[in-house]
């Protein structure tokens, strides 16, 4: 259809997405939206005053020492753990009062939310998929905006790093001109928004270093001697006739 798309940029979300938490308990940022404070202390109040079948989190996910694990990201940004700062924030736990200062962290937690859910969600459409895309980036304009025109707060002690903000801004826009590259060419096809980003280049690295004594350190006559090994395990784990191999590690694990 003539339909071409020249220098589109991605950043993969996985990525992303720890990112945009790993601000929470920094030692050098106080991410400050307008008179509200986001920060991992209101996400500790929840696990030590509900119930843990209610957020479903758990000691690590709170002291957040691994910094590259997903799986905790995730469940940070599960649906359930707003709720839970809801039902503090209303005090209507019994013995709490009213907590208004714990609304940015819910109100931060619910745009990362919309932000996974544009590559990941199992139930929203492509046209809602876009209209997370548009909220992500004009909440983020708009929160920088207003730290920027603060005579009391700064960007780079008050919002989200510099990479951080562009990554997912890139990542946003790429999601959307995927989608209408897709419906233009290829109609027929699914958009698959979730094998998007770079994870599934570094997977392959770092499956490739095991081959290898010293995991981070090959020539090119590694990769090509291994990449035939790798191809061949590879279609032993797509046949359904063959044995199932491992998970993947937990702390990878997409568990949206």
């Keep these: ?44 109040l929840v696990y030590e005053s509900c119930p843990v079948l209610d957020h479903g989190l758990g000691l690590g996910d709170i002291d957040r020492r691994d910094r590259q694990n997903w799986r905790s990201a995730q469940k940070l940004t599960f649906p359930k753990v707003r709720q839970c700062i809801q039902t503090l924030i209303d005090g209507a736990l019994p013995g709490t009062r009213p907590n208004a200062a714990l609304l940015g962290t819910q109100t931060y937690l619910q745009v990362v ?54 990554d997912v801004l890139l990542s946003c826009h790429f999601a959307v001109m995927l989608i209408c590259y897709m419906r233009a060419n290829f109609p027929q096809q699914e958009c698959c928004l979730d094998l998007s980003g770079s994870d599934l280049v570094e997977d392959f690295w770092s499956k490739n270093g095991q081959w290898v004594g010293n995991h981070h350190n090959y020539n090119y006559a590694d990769l090509r001697r291994n990449s035939t090994h790798m191809i061949r395990l590879e279609e032993i784990r797509v046949d359904p006739s063959a044995p199932e191999f491992a998970k993947p590690h937990p702390k990878q694990e997409s568990i949206w």
Aim: glycine fraction near 2%; include cysteine.
């Design 1 to 44: 259809n003539d339909y071409v798309i020249h220098d589109m940029c991605d950043q993969d979300f996985i990525h992303n997405h720890k990112k945009l938490l790993n601000p929470l308990d920094h030692a050098n940022c106080i991410l400050m939206m307008g008179n509200f404070l986001v920060h991992v202390n209101h996400i500790q």
């Design 113 to 166: 939310w919309y932000y996974v859910e544009i590559f990941c969600s199992e139930e929203a459409s492509l046209l809602t998929r876009i209209k997370y895309a548009a909220i992500m980036t004009h909440f983020l304009a708009i929160w920088r905006n207003s730290v920027y025109r603060d005579d009391h707060l700064k960007l780079a002690t008050n919002f989200i790093t510099r990479e951080t903000y562009i």
